[in-house]
């Protein structure tokens, strides 16, 4: 094992505690001088280290980076996020550097994670907040048999996973709005963006970008989104490690990603329609110079909104941005 | 204009007979040996331009370069290839460079064209032949604000006007084999490679790339490409001039698309279902790891081929490789 992996190691067995200069000295036979010079390095992978002159070095419970080796380190999966990991500091838009993986032939299971997004999309080029050291912003490689027109499913499916992850780790009250965001007392918490290569009749690839707020305080910025955005922090008033988030997230997806295979999409969508809380809803729903207000008698497997108007015409709708009737008040 | 476009132009008016050098130094003011360098220049280009010491030059009929300023003069389009074309040599398969022109924001319209494909691509990683000379090999972006499940339209789209481009120019008698081929006499013609980047509600954009054999003699192919693949020459006896058919097809290509872009589609469907002469026939079918064999009952707007088997019972196939029962025998 390299120093520095041997340090990490002994630092994070005496995490919350000083440990002196000369004790990690002597138990890895690496001169202070060394030890100084690879906390050095440490801190720049983004790890929390105290050091004082008198105690020595603690190693802190704020560190979480969120590097490939941290990842993997406990990762109980076998194909998603497996195989590659791809860490990067910054960069304009995980999905975009999936998307040229992918392009490229990159296996599917790889990932890509940013500790901060210069350039972060939402749907149809909106734009994502993703501010460095808080949030979490990955996109997943997938490459499943399946035809073009079930491709919807699998944005379906990624936002039952990380509701059922939250819930799970954090107990958070949440919903679904359709098609991709998880809301939390109707501020957005996270945003799925799946964007897909396909041929007439054939899948070649799905790059599925998540972008969720952690520990982001949002104390830089604008007032739209200070109005429109959460964090599991403000909900919940603690910190999370977003590491062990991810790793749940990982082992959740793969099975339900693996039910997804097996065709079997039914439990999925039942479970999709509970946390989305929409069908009997009165709403509006902006498409794209349209508006359209009427009652949600379903959305089908296909992730089509079938809204029905004060006439009981059924129309279905394939995008849009939904506004309900209580919030028009 | 340039002594290069000047020198062309003359030649061009000319074309079929010989000129004498010292005409062309009178007409256009140069000197003899520049001449000789500008005509080096343009046979680079593609032009078959003869040259004798005593008669002089004389432009050959058989001057076809589709050089993207052969292609916009006379291209009665407002969209498809008027803006940009991207004319290569050489490379490895105009659906990729279209694709990522397109990932860079490339306009509706973009054509990206080449004399040459080194890893020409067809449905599914399939290989095609792309010699150079005598093919077109090229690919049109397009950006239509359609939702994902109807994009298989512009595959069957592309097949019906690239079928009608070759019953107006040359009375071949064609048909097309589902899902995107055109066949003559039950050889290959021509393939579609449509490739889709898609959000879960979006059309971010569409390549359609066509692989067209027009002057192609197989002579140094293998068996099994002369055995299955066939050529405009191959077929009418004639040399075709490539500019002129990419312009018509280009032109007619921009027709269909309006109608389509007006929710106008079941004329053009209804042309692919005369085209395709499949409705009635008894078939089989590869699918993946499955033989299906039935009678089409039809092939929907999205291009699913309904099949009724023995027994009556219907079933929709998004994707396979089809024989005629007639072929089987």
Redesign the interface.
Known sequence: MATNDQLLLYLKKNQGNWVSSELISNNLSVSRSAIGKHIGKLKKEGYVIESSPKKGYLFSEASDPITADEIKEGLCTKVCGKQNIIYLKETDSTNTRA?ELA?HGASEGTLVIAEKQTNGRG??GRSWFSPPGDGIYFSLILRP?I???E??RI?LMTAVVLAETLISLMKLKLRIKW??DILVNEKKLAGI??????????V?YIVVGLGLNVNTLFENSSQEIKKSATSILIETGNRTSRVKLIQKFLKLYEQYYDMFKKNNFEPIMNRWRQLADIIGKQIKVDV?GETHIGEVVDVDN??VLILKDDQGKLQRI??GDVTLARQLK
Request: hydrophobic share 30%.
């Open positions: 998307k392009a749907r149809r048999a035809s073009p027109n491709t919807p944005t098609p991709n963006l799946t964007e897909i290569s396909t041929e007439m009749d054939a070649n794209v296909d992730g394939f995008s």
